[in-house]
Structure formats: C-alpha cells, structure tokens
C-alpha cells in the first residue's frame, strides 16, 4: 500500500477511532479558516482515496474482530448470567435467560395463532363449509 501523509494518517486514526469525518479533517488539518461547507467536502474528498479509505478499513479491522459476536460465546454468556440468577435466586431472570439462549440456539422457537372470527349468514356458512370440504 502507498504511504500516507502524517496529515492524511491523523485524519485515518481519527476516523476509525469514531469520529465523523468533518471532526477528523478538523483534527488532521488548519482548519479555522474553512467554511463548514468546505470542511466537509475536503473531508469526503480525502475519505474517498482509496489509499485512505484502506487505511481506515485496516485500523478498523482488529475491533472489528474484537467485537464479533459468536453464537458459542453468545450462548456461553447467557448460561454464565442464568448460573448467576439462580445463585442469586433471581428465578424469573434464570428463566429469562434460559429462553434466551433457547432462541438463540434454535431451540425455543416462538409461534403465534392468530383466529379470526366472523358473523356469517346461514347461506354464505354453507357455501363456505362446501367450498373447504371440497378441497
């Protein structure tokens, strides 16, 4: 990868560390003289070079990493707090957290019922009774 300029790599570590681009630019460069309007343009200039994009993408990449959520480890933290609940004979909360990890798991599946009642004549109960028989 190309090398950066010290101005565009402060602007790079200041954008993967969450700031908005505009605040980045202002971090990066002088820029006190600048409308807004021309900070913020110069800011999605210099996001759009590859070069600094990529930096950004590569300085984002490890926390990325960090905080990916694993259904193992999801499921591991659910059984840790349900374990605590009922230490603590906090009932309702191991409950909750078993089902949680049920669904997590595929295991605890929710279903809805939904019915629908309607006031039918006489004529049209028949017809409809005929027309479900049929099938």
Do not use: C
């Not at 908005?20 to 002088?30: F, G, K, L, V």
């Not at 807004?36 to 926390?63: E, F, H, T």
């Not at 957290?97 to 798991?105: L, P, Q, S, T």
Request: no cysteine; aromatic share 2%; net charge positive.
């Amino acid at each position: 990868m190309a090398k950066l300029t010290a101005k565009q790599e402060a602007f790079a570590q200041a954008v993967a560390s969450g700031k908005n681009q505009s605040d980045a630019y202002r971090e990066a460069y002088d820029a006190r003289q600048m409308k807004l309007s021309s900070i913020n343009v110069n800011a999605s200039k210099l996001m759009a070079d590859a070069k600094v994009a990529q930096r950004v993408a590569d300085l984002r990449k490890p926390a990325a990493e960090r905080a990916q959520v694993t259904l193992e480890g999801h499921l591991s933290d659910l059984l840790t707090l349900r374990e605590m609940a009922v230490g603590a004979n906090q009932i309702s909360a191991a409950i909750a957290a078993e089902v949680a990890r049920g669904k997590a798991a595929g295991v605890h599946v929710e279903r809805t019922e939904q019915a629908v009642t309607m006031d039918i004549d006489g004529g049209a109960r028949e017809a409809l009774r005929a027309k479900l028989l049929r099938r």
